[in-house]
């Protein structure tokens, strides 16, 4: 196998795909990038098994063939070549990689050994633009927990709804994430289950613009084809929470919030915070103020913001990095907070649709 490929575009590829690339596997080749040079393009994959991430990139290539190169060892050699150009050269197991004035020799393994992706058969398709699945996936990633005795809640729920809506839940115990969006097609009725750190790859790999993306979905698998970029997961095999018996549209106290005032304060009340034990803040709702405080054993914080409250004034307690993960991944400017007591959960959701509904679980405190 021989082939010259460009250095940054090769480094892009590999950095793609290492997010697939298994650590401490049992089955050592999974800890590989396996490399096929064929037609004119080079073409990187790696999986766990659980996750597979296949590119390709263009390439001149006089001979062609396929080798796998230990992952991690050739991701850092490439990083650092000092070439425009990358030569590739592999004589049965032997690789040489130039670049410059750099040569480097290593020892890759059989491709033959290389575990191949399964047959999945008829898939149902959703087409999204991308930004915006891309904005659904991180709206709902960070609500997943990573719990491993749970796994009910370990992964997101992707879930079609009447007239072409996409709907992704995520839980966690101490906040539901749900984020809906309109399809640019016709969407069959699907119920599936996709795993946290698979759908999280995915958002980071999809470019954030306009274009339309094609989601595959099968009883077991979800793929995502980006023409360049081919991205294979298993989904999860559970039944996800159920999420809608939390749900409620009570509430005594409802707030509207400035977004990026409050993410302000919040931050800077959480500094504060995170030097105590629970890493708490507390919000008073009252006379259309909110005031956020927190103390520790170094210090305390007090700040105010006006808000317009309708309905009881309240004090709630949370722990600050949930309020602050929900903040950070709202996009409007203002929002609802909607409230019964200080003990019951808390709602943001938008100012008009329903287009987000996040829930976190307040603290008790006794003081």
């Known amino acids: 196998m021989h082939f010259y490929i460009n250095t940054s575009e090769l480094n892009a590829g590999i950095g793609a795909v290492a997010r697939a690339l298994a650590q401490k596997s049992v ?34 290539i006089t001979a062609e063939g396929a080798v796998v190169m ?74 997943v927990s990573t719990e491993e005795n749970k ?32 399809t640019q097609s016709p969407c069959t009725p699907l119920e599936l289950v996709i795993p946290g750190k698979a759908l999280s790859e995915i958002g980071r790999i999809i470019e954030d613009d306009d274009s339309v993306v094609e989601l595959a979905l099968t009883k077991t698998h979800i793929t995502l084809d980006l023409g360049h970029t081919k991205v294979l997961s298993r989904l999860l095999d559970v039944k996800f929470i159920d999420y809608q018996s939390i ?12 977004r990026s005032e409050m993410l302000d304060i919040v931050e800077r009340a959480s500094l504060i915070a995170r030097e105590g ?5 507390k919000l008073n709702f009252e006379d259309d103020t909110l005031t956020v405080t927190a103390k520790s054993e170094i210090g305390s914080i007090n700040e105010q913001q006006t808000v317009e409250i309708i309905g009881d004034g309240l004090s709630i307690a949370f722990n600050a990095r949930y309020i602050l993960d929900i903040l950070k991944n709202i996009d409007d400017d203002e929002f609802f907070v909607d409230m019964t007591n200080n003990v019951s959960q808390c709602i943001f959701k938008p100012i008009e649709g329903e287009k987000y509904y996040f829930v976190v679980v307040p603290m008790r405190t006794f003081d």
């Open 27 to 60: 089955i050592p080749i999974l800890e590989g990038i396996y490399i096929r040079a064929e037609d004119g393009f080079v073409t990187l994959i790696c999986t766990d098994l659980s996750l597979r991430i296949e590119t390709k990139i263009p390439a001149t």
């Open 247 to 258: 749900m409620t549209t009570a509430c005594k106290t409802r707030v509207r919030i400035n």
């Open 277 to 281: 034990r629970a890493n708490v803040i």
């Open 151 to 182: 796994p009910s809640i370990n992964g997101v729920l992707l879930k079609t709804e009447p007239d072409n809506v996409l709907k992704l839940v995520s839980i966690d115990g101490f906040r539901l994430a749900i984020r809906r969006e309109l």
């Open 70 to 143: 230990p992952g991690r060892l050739f991701s850092e050699i490439v990083r650092r070549l000092p070439g425009e150009e990358t030569e590739f050269t592999a004589e049965n197991l032997s690789v040489q990689v130039k670049s410059g004035r750099s040569k480097t020799t290593l020892q890759a393994n059989s491709a033959a050994d290389y575990p191949m992706a399964a047959m999945l058969g008829d898939a149902e398709k959703i087409s999204i633009r991308g930004d915006l699945f891309k904005d659904m996936i991180r709206q709902t990633a960070f609500a």
